[in-house]
T-cell receptor
Framework: GQNIDQPTEMTATEGAIVQINCTYQ??????LFWYQQHAGEAPTFLSY??LDGLEEKGRFSSFLSRSKGYSYLLLKELQMKDSASYLC??????????WGAGTKLIIKP | GAVVSQHPSRVICKSGTSVKIECRSL??????MFWYRQFPKQSLMLMAT?????????EQGVEKDKFLINHASLTLSTLTVTSAHPEDSSFYIC??????????????FGPGTRLTVL
Protein backbone atom coordinates (compact mmCIF):
# COMPACT_ATOMS: atom_id res chain seq x y z
CA GLY A 1 0.00 0.00 0.00
CA GLN A 2 0.91 3.64 -0.13
CA ASN A 3 2.20 5.29 2.99
CA ILE A 4 3.56 8.61 4.15
CA ASP A 5 5.18 8.88 7.58
CA GLN A 6 5.97 12.03 9.46
CA PRO A 7 6.23 12.71 13.21
CA THR A 8 2.98 13.61 14.91
CA GLU A 9 4.36 16.47 16.94
CA MET A 10 7.60 18.36 17.47
CA THR A 11 8.61 21.12 19.85
CA ALA A 12 11.31 23.71 19.23
CA THR A 13 12.51 26.99 20.66
CA GLU A 14 12.10 30.41 19.09
CA GLY A 15 15.19 31.31 17.09
CA ALA A 16 16.32 27.71 16.72
CA ILE A 17 16.32 25.32 13.75
CA VAL A 18 13.99 22.36 13.31
CA GLN A 19 13.91 19.56 10.74
CA ILE A 20 10.66 17.77 9.96
CA ASN A 21 11.15 14.43 8.24
CA CYS A 22 8.86 12.69 5.83
CA THR A 23 9.33 9.17 4.48
CA TYR A 24 7.17 7.72 1.78
CA GLN A 25 6.32 4.49 0.01
CA UNK A 26 4.14 5.13 -2.99
CA UNK A 27 3.33 3.59 -6.33
CA UNK A 28 5.49 5.86 -8.40
CA UNK A 29 6.65 9.36 -7.69
CA UNK A 30 6.00 12.60 -9.53
CA UNK A 31 6.78 15.14 -6.86
CA LEU A 32 6.56 15.99 -3.17
CA PHE A 33 4.80 18.94 -1.57
CA TRP A 34 5.19 20.57 1.80
CA TYR A 35 2.30 22.65 3.11
CA GLN A 36 1.91 24.72 6.24
CA GLN A 37 -1.49 24.76 7.88
CA HIS A 38 -2.36 27.06 10.75
CA ALA A 39 -5.19 25.87 12.95
CA GLY A 40 -8.55 26.46 11.32
CA GLU A 41 -7.04 27.75 8.08
CA ALA A 42 -6.40 26.38 4.60
CA PRO A 43 -2.97 24.89 3.87
CA THR A 44 -0.36 27.22 2.41
CA PHE A 45 2.10 25.98 -0.19
CA LEU A 46 5.71 25.90 0.99
CA SER A 47 7.65 23.83 -1.52
CA TYR A 48 7.54 21.31 -4.32
CA UNK A 49 10.46 18.94 -4.97
CA UNK A 50 10.81 16.72 -8.01
CA LEU A 51 14.58 16.29 -8.22
CA ASP A 52 16.99 15.17 -5.52
CA GLY A 53 18.65 17.84 -3.46
CA LEU A 54 18.02 20.84 -1.33
CA GLU A 55 15.86 23.77 -2.33
CA GLU A 56 16.13 26.87 -0.22
CA LYS A 57 13.48 29.52 0.07
CA GLY A 58 14.25 32.09 2.73
CA ARG A 59 14.02 30.57 6.19
CA PHE A 60 12.53 27.36 4.78
CA SER A 61 14.39 24.65 2.87
CA SER A 62 13.19 21.33 1.56
CA PHE A 63 15.30 18.30 0.74
CA LEU A 64 14.46 15.25 -1.33
CA SER A 65 16.11 11.88 -1.84
CA ARG A 66 14.05 9.79 -4.23
CA SER A 67 16.22 6.70 -3.82
CA LYS A 68 15.59 6.75 -0.07
CA GLY A 69 11.95 7.80 -0.26
CA TYR A 70 12.78 10.64 2.08
CA SER A 71 12.27 14.34 2.39
CA TYR A 72 12.69 16.91 5.10
CA LEU A 73 11.57 20.45 5.69
CA LEU A 74 14.10 22.62 7.48
CA LEU A 75 12.94 25.74 9.27
CA LYS A 76 15.55 28.22 10.46
CA GLU A 77 15.35 31.18 12.83
CA LEU A 78 12.07 29.91 14.16
CA GLN A 79 9.40 32.43 14.95
CA MET A 80 6.31 32.01 17.08
CA LYS A 81 4.16 32.32 13.94
CA ASP A 82 5.77 29.13 12.62
CA SER A 83 3.67 27.18 15.10
CA ALA A 84 1.45 25.19 12.75
CA SER A 85 0.94 21.78 11.22
CA TYR A 86 3.25 20.83 8.37
CA LEU A 87 1.86 18.46 5.77
CA CYS A 88 3.91 16.28 3.45
CA UNK A 89 2.14 15.04 0.31
CA UNK A 90 3.47 12.90 -2.55
CA UNK A 91 2.18 12.81 -6.12
CA UNK A 92 2.06 9.17 -7.16
CA UNK A 93 2.34 7.75 -10.66
CA UNK A 94 -1.27 8.75 -11.38
CA UNK A 95 -0.70 12.27 -10.06
CA UNK A 96 -2.91 11.53 -7.09
CA UNK A 97 -1.85 13.09 -3.80
CA UNK A 98 -0.94 10.82 -0.94
CA TRP A 99 -0.99 12.82 2.28
CA GLY A 100 0.90 12.44 5.50
CA ALA A 101 -1.02 12.99 8.71
CA GLY A 102 0.85 16.21 9.36
CA THR A 103 3.39 17.26 12.00
CA LYS A 104 2.22 19.71 14.63
CA LEU A 105 5.09 22.05 15.38
CA ILE A 106 5.02 23.85 18.71
CA ILE A 107 7.35 26.82 19.14
CA LYS A 108 8.25 27.87 22.68
CA PRO A 109 9.72 31.26 23.64
CA GLY B 1 -6.15 6.14 10.52
CA ALA B 2 -8.63 8.47 8.91
CA VAL B 3 -9.01 7.78 5.20
CA VAL B 4 -10.65 10.06 2.69
CA SER B 5 -11.33 8.94 -0.86
CA GLN B 6 -12.42 10.78 -3.96
CA HIS B 7 -14.15 9.53 -7.06
CA PRO B 8 -13.39 9.74 -9.86
CA SER B 9 -9.65 10.24 -9.72
CA ARG B 10 -9.73 11.90 -13.10
CA VAL B 11 -12.43 12.97 -15.49
CA ILE B 12 -12.50 14.48 -18.95
CA CYS B 13 -15.66 16.16 -20.12
CA LYS B 14 -16.93 18.40 -22.87
CA SER B 15 -17.52 22.08 -22.34
CA GLY B 16 -21.06 22.75 -21.15
CA THR B 17 -21.57 19.47 -19.36
CA SER B 18 -21.78 18.89 -15.61
CA VAL B 19 -19.42 16.77 -13.58
CA LYS B 20 -19.96 15.34 -10.10
CA ILE B 21 -17.05 14.57 -7.79
CA GLU B 22 -17.54 12.50 -4.66
CA CYS B 23 -15.63 12.77 -1.40
CA ARG B 24 -16.02 10.03 1.16
CA SER B 25 -14.67 9.53 4.65
CA LEU B 26 -14.13 5.78 4.79
CA UNK B 27 -13.56 5.06 8.45
CA UNK B 28 -14.88 8.04 10.35
CA UNK B 29 -17.81 10.38 10.40
CA UNK B 30 -17.04 13.75 8.89
CA UNK B 31 -19.09 16.56 10.32
CA UNK B 32 -17.29 19.02 8.09
CA MET B 33 -15.90 18.67 4.61
CA PHE B 34 -13.84 21.18 2.69
CA TRP B 35 -13.40 21.56 -1.05
CA TYR B 36 -10.19 22.98 -2.45
CA ARG B 37 -8.86 23.74 -5.88
CA GLN B 38 -5.16 23.35 -6.52
CA PHE B 39 -3.53 25.41 -9.19
CA PRO B 40 -0.50 23.78 -10.81
CA LYS B 41 2.06 22.93 -8.13
CA GLN B 42 0.72 25.68 -5.92
CA SER B 43 -1.38 26.39 -2.90
CA LEU B 44 -4.78 24.99 -2.22
CA MET B 45 -7.54 27.51 -2.66
CA LEU B 46 -10.45 26.87 -0.34
CA MET B 47 -13.66 26.92 -2.32
CA ALA B 48 -16.24 26.05 0.29
CA THR B 49 -16.90 24.44 3.63
CA UNK B 50 -19.83 22.12 4.11
CA UNK B 51 -21.40 20.80 7.28
CA UNK B 52 -23.56 17.71 7.17
CA UNK B 53 -27.17 18.63 6.64
CA UNK B 54 -26.49 22.33 6.12
CA UNK B 55 -25.88 24.58 3.17
CA UNK B 56 -22.27 25.02 2.22
CA UNK B 57 -20.39 28.20 3.01
CA UNK B 58 -18.63 29.49 -0.07
CA GLU B 59 -15.47 31.58 -0.12
CA GLN B 60 -15.53 34.98 -1.73
CA GLY B 61 -15.34 34.77 -5.49
CA VAL B 62 -16.59 31.18 -5.75
CA GLU B 63 -19.87 30.89 -7.66
CA LYS B 64 -22.22 28.76 -5.62
CA ASP B 65 -24.52 28.17 -8.59
CA LYS B 66 -21.62 26.81 -10.59
CA PHE B 67 -20.03 24.69 -7.89
CA LEU B 68 -22.87 22.86 -6.21
CA ILE B 69 -21.95 21.18 -2.95
CA ASN B 70 -24.06 18.62 -1.16
CA HIS B 71 -23.16 17.07 2.18
CA ALA B 72 -26.10 14.77 2.71
CA SER B 73 -24.48 12.31 5.07
CA LEU B 74 -21.63 12.14 7.56
CA THR B 75 -19.50 10.20 5.11
CA LEU B 76 -20.24 11.76 1.75
CA SER B 77 -19.99 15.17 0.17
CA THR B 78 -20.31 15.90 -3.53
CA LEU B 79 -19.08 18.76 -5.66
CA THR B 80 -20.88 19.26 -8.96
CA VAL B 81 -19.27 21.53 -11.50
CA THR B 82 -22.16 22.72 -13.62
CA SER B 83 -21.79 23.82 -17.23
CA ALA B 84 -18.07 23.22 -17.05
CA HIS B 85 -15.71 25.32 -19.14
CA PRO B 86 -12.02 24.86 -19.93
CA GLU B 87 -11.06 27.35 -17.24
CA ASP B 88 -12.61 24.99 -14.68
CA SER B 89 -9.96 22.42 -15.53
CA SER B 90 -8.06 21.88 -12.32
CA PHE B 91 -7.21 19.50 -9.52
CA TYR B 92 -9.99 19.41 -6.93
CA ILE B 93 -9.17 18.16 -3.46
CA CYS B 94 -11.49 17.54 -0.56
CA UNK B 95 -10.71 17.18 3.09
CA UNK B 96 -12.80 16.03 6.02
CA UNK B 97 -12.79 16.61 9.73
CA UNK B 98 -14.65 15.01 12.56
CA UNK B 99 -15.57 18.28 14.18
CA UNK B 100 -16.81 21.60 12.96
CA UNK B 101 -13.58 22.67 11.29
CA UNK B 102 -12.31 24.77 14.16
CA UNK B 103 -8.72 25.28 15.26
CA UNK B 104 -8.50 21.97 17.10
CA UNK B 105 -9.87 19.91 14.24
CA UNK B 106 -7.57 17.83 12.07
CA UNK B 107 -8.34 17.81 8.38
CA UNK B 108 -7.79 14.59 6.47
CA PHE B 109 -7.16 15.11 2.78
CA GLY B 110 -8.35 13.13 -0.21
CA PRO B 111 -6.17 12.16 -3.16
CA GLY B 112 -7.74 14.67 -5.50
CA THR B 113 -9.71 14.60 -8.74
CA ARG B 114 -8.23 15.96 -11.93
CA LEU B 115 -10.85 17.57 -14.11
CA THR B 116 -10.10 18.36 -17.73
CA VAL B 117 -12.74 20.25 -19.69
CA LEU B 118 -12.31 20.14 -23.46
Amino acid sequence: GQNIDQPTEMTATEGAIVQINCTYQTSGFNGLFWYQQHAGEAPTFLSYNVLDGLEEKGRFSSFLSRSKGYSYLLLKELQMKDSASYLCAVEDSNYQLIWGAGTKLIIKP
Amino acid sequence: GAVVSQHPSRVICKSGTSVKIECRSLDFQATTMFWYRQFPKQSLMLMATSNEGSKATYEQGVEKDKFLINHASLTLSTLTVTSAHPEDSSFYICSASRGTGGPEDTQYFGPGTRLTVL
